[in-house]
């Protein structure tokens, strides 16, 4: 058996599965926000080129206080978000500053990021429920 052991696929055929990949794929270019887009085929398909990622890029440049001329630099950093390749000394020569500077833009950068990643799969579970391909379970909050 190839792929993870132990993970089950339910009855579903090969053709199946890629039919059902096909669909969670047009979904998520249905949303509406292209940010959420983005993050999503960034995170889930590795899109980190630079035109993959405009929107990303350029609300991470607002949230910085940036002019579009960093945008290199702010895909660096949001590429280092998803693939681990950039820390803050990387950020540091990049902007040319000291640590600490660089430290409080990552963390600028990166809650940015992770807002998006809220909403992104926010949205994306909402469709995902609708179409049936997922159930979340009932609430367990006590009265």
């Known amino acids: 058996m190839r792929g993870a052991e132990g993970v089950s696929f339910g009855e579903l055929t090969t053709c199946e599965r890629h039919a059902q990949a096909a669909l969670i794929i047009a979904m998520v270019e249905r949303l509406d926000d292209k940010a959420k887009r983005e993050y999503i085929e960034a995170a889930f398909g590795r899109r980190l080129s630079k035109d993959d990622l405009t929107v990303v890029v350029f609300l991470g440049c607002s949230a910085l206080g940036f002019g579009l001329e960093k945008t290199g630099v702010v895909h660096k950093m949001v590429k280092g978000y998803f693939d681990g390749s950039m820390t803050h000394r990387d950020i ?52």
């Open 92 to 143: 540091r020569r990049a902007l040319g500053c000291r640590d600490q500077y660089a430290v409080m833009v990552r963390r600028c950068l990166y809650e940015t990021l992770d807002i998006i990643h809220d909403r992104a799969m926010a949205d994306m579970t909402e469709v995902l429920e609708r179409h049936g391909l997922i159930r979340m379970a009932a609430s367990t909050a006590y009265i």
